[in-house]
């Protein structure tokens, strides 16, 4: 499932704090650059993390401007090795935070027209949107998993995280992440057969 979306604008870009003092001016420039970098690339993976959990694009871009305003307010303390899994564990407790804010979490449905799938050779315009009405049905059978299962769907194949990168960011072991994927996977087959998918 290679699932991507387009958010209909950016999240506004974090802004730079200065100090007066200027060798404080120059170390804080070049972390300033270097978060820059790290937004720009992550940006789009926190985003789809984050929209698959959420009703609506507003609410998902609400939250993925908080998570990027805490990882700036803590970017001293940002782990140059293991960048990506730190920002994503921002963004899961953003999200259980939010669940906690609203008492529920939210049935997540996916407009088709936010839904970018990789172009497949000789795929005519008909069948790309079959598939993409696929795919956007998916996410809503995906929002009737538990919290755990979800999650771990969402963070393989939406925000496209190695079982690695998912073990650290859940702080369970790489064996674990396997294990809970493969329950998780079997769990929305069954789901899928349920409805007569093959």
Known sequence: ????????????????????????????????????DFYAAAFPKVYAFIRCHVRTADIAQELVSRVFAKAYRHRHSLPTHAATPWVFRIAHTTVIDYWRVEHRRESVSVPIDEIVLRPADGLDPEAAYERKQRVAHLFRLMGELSEDDRILLVLKFSAQQTNREIARILTISERAVSMRLLRALRRLRDRLQAIGWQ
Do not use: I
């Open 1 to 36: 499932m290679d699932v991507g979306y387009l958010p209909e604008r950016h999240v506004d870009h974090v802004g730079v704090a200065t100090l007066p003092d200027p060798l404080a001016q120059s170390v804080d420039r070049a972390l300033a650059f270097s978060f820059e």
